[in-house]
């Protein structure tokens, strides 16, 4: 008795505290692998965007002229950049962090409709060109084009020192889980190819988990939170490089 008295004892002494401590990496993305944004400290991925524009600018300008109307608010694409199965491929934003970015923006934006592309109209070639011809297509005045790395840690915390009591076993939140994302986006005008500005949004969240609850739910809800977040923060500065658009 007095020995499990003890082990309580420690476990909540040590409880706030870290026993198993991960070995952090900083979450990287940068648009500089997909050649569209130069990033000094990171080379171009080999086999990344390649140097040939297959969409030529008369094309692009006829997409312009038949989709793209001026004046404000502006429609705006999104598309997110990806490394997959050693290729680098367009991706469509996922509908909850649509949604959280569009939520962010509000009616008063100068930005008006904000879409992604569906995925069969993705393009398969990752020059600027070709990502301009996708928003132009959508009538899209503004392209927004982005990367984003996750780390996740998953480890001991100082709660676990109560594991070998059966309360707490139970009870005692031993396990942390924790996701460090970083996203960089780009933002670039459809019908001249100009680069408007260049933002970039980190996010950490942890959650602590019991050992016998059923932790599925609140993963995966830690995992749509961090994301959903960073896509917030990122309306925000996507709205702040907008409004310096004259």
């Not at 398969?124 to 984003?148: E, K, P």
Request: proline fraction near 7%.
């Amino acid at each position: 008795m007095t020995r499990a008295l003890l082990v309580v004892w420690v476990g909540l002494l040590l409880g706030p505290g870290c026993s198993n401590p991960p070995s952090y990496r900083e979450a990287r993305a940068s648009l500089g692998d997909f050649g569209l944004v130069h990033d000094p400290q990171r080379e171009p991925t080999p086999g990344g965007t390649p140097a040939s524009q297959p969409v030529s600018e008369a094309q692009i300008q006829a997409q312009v002229r038949r989709h793209v109307r001026g004046g404000q608010p502006v429609r705006l694409t999104i598309l997110e950049l990806a490394d997959h199965a050693n290729d680098q491929v367009a991706r469509s934003i996922d509908d909850a962090d649509l949604t959280a970015f569009r939520q962010r923006l509000g009616s008063a934006s100068p930005l008006g409709v904000v879409e992604t592309p569906p995925e069969q109209r993705l393009p398969n070639d990752l020059s600027l060109a070709s990502l301009r011809h996708c928003a132009a297509r959508a009538g899209a005045g503004r392209l927004l084009v982005l990367t984003r790395a996750r780390e996740r840690y998953d480890y001991n915390n100082g709660w676990s020192n109560l594991y070998p009591t059966l309360v707490g076993w139970l009870i005692a939140p031993g396990n942390t889980l924790e996701i460090h994302s970083r996203l960089e986006a780009a933002l670039f005008d459809v019908p001249t190819g100009q680069l408007l500005g260049v933002t970039s949004v980190r996010r950490e969240d942890s959650v602590r988990l019991l050992p016998v609850a059923r932790n599925r739910e609140r993963m995966r809800a830690l995992v749509l939170t961090n994301s959903s977040t960073l896509f917030t923060i990122l309306a925000d500065k996507t709205l702040e490089m907008a409004k310096r658009i004259k």
